[in-house]
């Protein structure tokens, strides 16, 4: 087992990663002190899978646990959700020392960890994260939260988990789409921060794809050690946290006129980094070799690099980027690479440019539509 630490003062907490954990989430929780009650929030494929081997630890562990599932999914990311979870734990008698466990993916563990924190005015909470996203990101860091109708993640608060126990072999069960969705995350930790970890997914990435648990756990930490680094030094994003929105500004308006749902949040960034590359190669010295280096690194690992895209769509997509939460004074601010390893943020880019790198990826492809429509014609 590997251990991060978090180092946010009081707040501090470890990170846990391993084979086998969720038989050791009861005899964890113990070690923290927390009081008999608590409920496990999970969703309906978590739940299925994984939720009785967490009850029973809790439970041998000589916790109280209930058990609260709710719709796979990110629509159970809702006020209505959240309220259904305060009138479950009302009556399940949680009081101030009670815990949260949320055991699932990025939904449920935004969703548990704002219930959490807003229940009595704030409990405890741990996180147990099942896909790869959740355990590089979603479940480290403390942000959590909710959706509302007029857009993702519009109600939520900083929140800390006591503990983050990642059990590798939760993984194992994880769909293949959604594991190469979470390599998107990965990659970006090499892109922002390290370029040895980068050089070690492209040297390693066979193996990582068969899910071998040595290098999961490797590369898992190292994202959390990250990720936890980041935070450590900014909390609350005023500055340096931002660097993890690398590829973030383009990927979330691809979500956004694709509709949710079209494309995983780790395909749609997977997209928006590649255009960033090309972005920072023109703007702050990313070499065209490194720009390629990255490219390829997300194909080999099954990732879209590339959205078809007509004119109207195009336009529809600076809309987006210029309503996303970055932008200020009406300029979309990036964070661009200077080179693998090493970003800058808060950079503003002059929309001709972005639109020059948007060519890299999107396949428009109009005329020869019309050629081959004549063709055929
Ligand atoms: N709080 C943060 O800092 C942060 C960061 C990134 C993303 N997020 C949020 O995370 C959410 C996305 O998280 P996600 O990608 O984990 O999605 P998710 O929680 O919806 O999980 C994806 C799917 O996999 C299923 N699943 C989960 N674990 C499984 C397992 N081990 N085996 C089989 N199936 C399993 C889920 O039921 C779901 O159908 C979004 O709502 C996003 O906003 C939050
Ligand atoms: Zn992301």
Excluded at 53 to 61: I, K, P, R, V
Aim: aromatic residues 6%; positive net charge; contains cysteine.
């Amino acid at each position: 087992m590997r251990t991060v630490p978090v180092q946010l003062g009081k707040r501090s907490y470890a990170i846990k990663i391993g084979g086998g954990l969720l038989a050791h989430l009861g005899g964890e929780c113990a070690r923290l002190k927390l009081g008999a009650r608590c409920a496990i929030i999970t969703d309906t494929n978590v739940g299925r899978r994984f939720a009785k081997a967490a009850f029973n630890s809790l439970a041998t562990a000589g916790f109280s646990p209930s058990l609260i599932v709710v719709p796979a999914g990110e629509t159970a990311k809702s006020l209505k959700m959240v309220q259904m979870g305060y009138d479950l734990l009302a009556a399940h008698r949680l009081e101030r020392k009670s815990f949260i466990v949320a055991l699932g993916g990025g939904v449920v563990g935004d969703l548990a960890g704002f219930v959490a924190a807003t229940y009595l005015r704030g409990i405890a909470f741990v996180q147990v994260p099942t896909t790869l996203l959740a355990q590089v990101d979603s479940s480290v860091g403390g942000k959590v939260g909710v959706n509302l109708k007029a857009g993702k993640n519009l109600v939520g608060a900083f929140y800390q988990p006591r503990l983050v126990l990642c059990d590798l072999d939760t993984l194992a069960a994880l769909p293949e789409r959604e594991f190469r969705a979470g390599l998107a995350e990965v990659i970006k930790y090499g892109i922002i921060y390290d370029a040895r970890l980068f050089a070690r997914l492209e040297r390693g990435l066979p193996r990582l794809l068969k899910r071998e648990p040595k290098m999961l756990g490797a590369v898992i930490a190292r994202c959390c050690e990250i990720k936890a680094a980041v935070v450590g030094e900014d909390e609350t994003e005023s500055g340096l946290r931002a660097i993890l929105n690398f590829g973030h500004t383009i990927g979330h308006a691809i979500e956004n006129i694709s509709g949710y749902g079209k494309y995983l949040h780790g395909e749609a960034i997977a997209i928006g980094q590649v255009a960033t590359a090309k972005l920072s190669s023109g703007l702050t010295g990313l070499s065209e070799e490194e720009a390629g280096r990255i490219r390829d690194l997300f194909k080999r690992a099954g990732l879209p690099t590339g959205i078809k895209l007509g004119a109207p769509q195009r336009r529809k997509l600076f809309a987006a980027m210029r309503l996303d939460k970055k932008v200020s004074g009406g300029e979309i601010k990036f964070v661009l690479a200077r080179k693998i390893g090493r970003v800058i943020w808060g950079q503003r880019v002059p929309e001709n440019l972005i639109s020059h790198a948007l060519d890299e990826i999107v396949n428009t492809a109009p005329r020869v539509l019309a050629r081959d429509r004549n063709r055929k014609s």
